[in-house]
Structure formats: C-alpha cells, structure tokens
C-alpha cells in the first residue's frame, strides 16, 4: 500500500481564491453523508454552497475521496458522496489516516472538517451545529471541542445539537478558552430553538464585529471561536416541542444499546420522525442561514485593513 506524496488537494478555483486573499467558507461533508438522507443531502449540500456564493464568497467542502483529503469538491462528486452516505466512513480526526491509507471515501466531521480547513488556510466554517457533551453520558465528549480548543478556525453554527448536554458542553468551552459568540443574540441557541436560556460570552452585531474580534483572535495566537447562530425564527421550534422529542429519542437509544458514532445520527433521525419532519426542516433552514452568516464574516476579514 504505497501514500499520496501530499494527501491534501485543494481545488483550483478555491486555491486561487485563497492565493488573493479573497473570501473562502468551508463546508463541512459529514452532513451530506451520514447527517441527512438522500436526496435532501445533495440538495442541502448545494442550497448551502449556493448561500455562500450568493453572499459573496467561495465554498469549500472538504471530504475524503479515495483518500485525499479534498478541500473544494465538484458537483459531481457532491453527487457521489450524498449517494454514497453512511456507506462511506465517518471522519473525524483520529480517523484521518485510516481513511487516508486505506483509500477510502469519507464525510468529514467538524473536528476533522477544522483541522483540514486550517490546513489550507481557511479561517471560517459553517456548520449546523456542533458535537458536544452527550446528555446522560457526560464522559462522551465529542471531538469538536478540543479541535475547537486547539485549531484556529472560526466556527458558525446554531449552537451544539439539541441532543447533547448544552450547559455541560458550554463549560467545556469555558474551561477550554473557547469564546462563544452570539449572533444579535445575548444566549446560546439550541440547534432546533433560538433560545436555550444560556448566556453566550459576547453578543456582536454584525460580521464587521466578528471579523474584529476573530482577527484579536488570531494575533494572540489563541485557538477556535465559536458563532453561535439562532435558527430563523419562522423555522424555529418550541423549545418543549424539541425537548420532548429529544428525551423520547435518548430513550430509545438507551433501551437499544446505541453508543459512540452511532449515537447522533440515530437521535437525528428519530427526533426527525417524532416530529413529523419538523425538525428536519428546521435543520435544512439553519444550515443555509449558517452559511449565509459565515459568508459575510469572511467577506468582513477580506475587508478588513491587515
């Protein structure tokens, strides 16, 4: 079995891109994969890509395909991926060189979407939301936050996944130096509702404000920051209608003997069904809000005066 002499490509319209110091998203492919069936997969995956463009930027979702880390993917390959879905591996970082050695096809997740992000020079993401402290489980810490602790890259998401444990996940990031902050928004969303009722440690604006803080960020040579952005209100769900929804889906993970990769996109699915499709949509909607916000912000840097 013989490596790639550098297993990390970056398509050329977005390398030219990063080459001009002009705005570039990256786009995390875990959702198209193994977050979303087919077909709303493909058909988020290109809603999403078109929000960044529409909003004056580039995309960029990174995946791994036949073992190359890819930074910026063809329609096509889009495609192929959202087809593909749970057949191909879930990526997170300690799976990079297994999928990379092995040649295989994978949707990267947030932790190993931000490390390859960073590598190409990429400083803002977009996501739905992002893993965390799992609820009845408090040692099952997702990856997505020591990767947030460690690897500079800007973070817009509505918040961490309803299921997960919100107040345990936001004193990991306290604890972690992680700032948290809050899309004209004084409290951390909660993925499917705009308001968990937990306090963010500042509210900006506006992407002028974000690009101001992030590039203090940067030049104390500190990690990841998280966007923290509220779901559309017209998308919005009631804060018990998804609580309910989550606890009757724990319930049947628990009772099923569901642990580890599995854990989330069982819950997603069966939250889904509970609420008839609801949250579904409300998922959709806050991925390509989430993409338009981080759009702007890295517009915002391009602009702003080094």
């Not at 705005?23 to 809603?47: F, M, Q, Y």
């Not at 999928?99 to 490390?115: F, L, N």
Request: aromatic share 4%; charged share 15%; proline share 7%.
């Amino acid at each position: 079995m013989s490596l790639p002499s550098n297993p990390l490509t970056i398509a050329p319209h977005v390398a030219a891109t990063l080459a001009l110091s002009q705005p570039v998203v990256a786009l995390e492919s875990t959702v198209i994969t193994h977050g979303l069936p087919w077909p709303k997969n493909l058909e988020v995956a290109r809603t999403m890509e078109a929000a960044i463009r529409d909003s004056g930027a580039t995309p960029a979702t990174i995946a791994v395909l036949d073992g190359q880390l890819r930074v910026g993917v063809t329609d096509t390959e889009l495609e192929m991926l959202a087809q593909v879905g749970g057949q191909a591996r879930k990526v997170s970082r300690r799976d990079l060189p297994i999928a990379v050695a092995r040649g295989e096809h994978g949707g990267t997740t947030v932790a190993a979407t931000m490390w390859v992000a960073h590598r190409a020079g990429i400083q803002v993401f977009a996501t739905g939301g992002i893993g965390g402290v799992h609820r009845r489980h408090p040692w099952d810490v997702s990856a997505d936050l020591p990767e947030l602790a460690q690897t500079p890259v800007l973070v817009a998401c509505s918040g961490a996944k309803a299921i997960l444990d919100l107040p345990l996940t936001l004193e990991w990031l306290e604890t972690h130096g992680v700032p948290v902050l809050g899309w004209q928004t004084d409290t951390f969303p909660a993925f499917y509702s705009r308001d968990s009722g937990l306090p963010i440690d500042q509210r900006v604006a506006n992407a002028a404000e974000v690009a101001i803080i992030w590039r203090a960020q940067r030049a104390l040579g500190l990690g990841g920051a998280l966007l923290a952005v509220p779901i559309p209100a017209e998308y919005a769900t009631p804060p018990a209608v998804a609580e309910k929804a989550v606890a009757v889906a724990l319930d049947e993970a628990d009772a099923r003997g569901i642990r580890g990769k599995a854990v989330t996109p069982f819950l997603l699915e069966r939250v889904a069904a509970i609420t008839e499709g609801a949250s579904q949509a409300a998922n959709l909607a806050l991925l390509e809000h989430n993409a338009r916000v981080a759009a702007q912000v890295a517009v915002a840097l391009a602009h702003a005066p080094s």
